[in-house]
């Protein structure tokens, strides 16, 4: 009986510990790309995969935290160096027909109009976004930019076909490298 309650105590406090860890990822682009698998960068507020174009006067490698009660994602810098002093809540605009740029705010009070920061979730490493009582969707869009490989991610609101917007799906799971062999 003795030899029983450490191993309790200690299986108890492990699986509280384990309960009340944050889950941080990161995010990859598959779909129709030049290449499928790739990362997704922050750039000026803005979500890119591929990497951040080198127009932008703020380009961060981030990590996302799935926060408050598990529907809002919060990015976080992948490198302590140089210190990044914002963590930006990602948003989404569910404007009816609207396919806008993923972004990210430091301020939920300004959002733009139509947009929402709540409601993104993982299943199975897939991300979503489910609004209120409607059904789950997967709505995202790589749209090239002027550099190679270098893509800015859409909100497809409208769930249109668009000529040079590419249907894409984010998820947790990275890409398999092979080496040489």
């Known amino acids: 009986m003795f030899c029983r309650i450490p191993f309790i105590v200690v299986f108890a406090a492990c699986v509280s510990s384990a309960v009340s860890e944050t889950l941080e990822f990161n995010l990859f682009a598959y779909g129709k790309l030049a290449s499928s698998g790739l990362q997704l960068f922050y750039g000026d507020g803005q979500a890119y995969v591929g990497g951040a174009p080198s127009f932008v006067k703020e380009s961060v490698n981030i990590s996302l935290v799935m926060v408050e009660?598990?529907?809002?994602?919060?990015?976080?810098?992948?490198t302590t160096s140089p210190a990044w002093p914002t963590?930006?809540?990602?948003?989404?605009?569910?404007?009816?027909?609207?396919?806008?740029?993923?972004g990210f705010t430091t301020?939920?009070?300004?959002?733009?109009?139509?947009?929402?920061?709540?409601?993104?979730?993982?299943y199975g490493g897939w991300v979503f976004h489910k609004q209120d009582d409607a059904d789950i969707e997967m709505k995202f869009?790589?749209?090239?930019?002027?550099?190679?490989?270098?893509?800015?991610?859409?909100?497809?609101a409208a769930?249109?076909?668009?000529?040079?917007?590419?249907?894409?799906?984010?998820?947790t799971q990275a890409p398999v490298v092979f080496g040489d062999k």
């Open 159 to 171: 769930s249109t076909k668009t000529r040079d917007a590419i249907p894409i799906s984010l998820r």
């Open 141 to 156: 869009l790589a749209t090239p930019t002027n550099e190679t490989g270098i893509y800015l991610v859409k909100w497809n």
């Open 87 to 102: 963590e930006p809540t990602m948003y989404v605009d569910l404007t009816e027909g609207a396919a806008i740029s993923v």
């Open 107 to 122: 301020d939920n009070k300004t959002l733009p109009d139509g947009a929402t920061s709540v409601g993104f979730g993982l």
């Open 69 to 78: 009660g598990g529907d809002k994602f919060v990015a976080r810098a992948n």
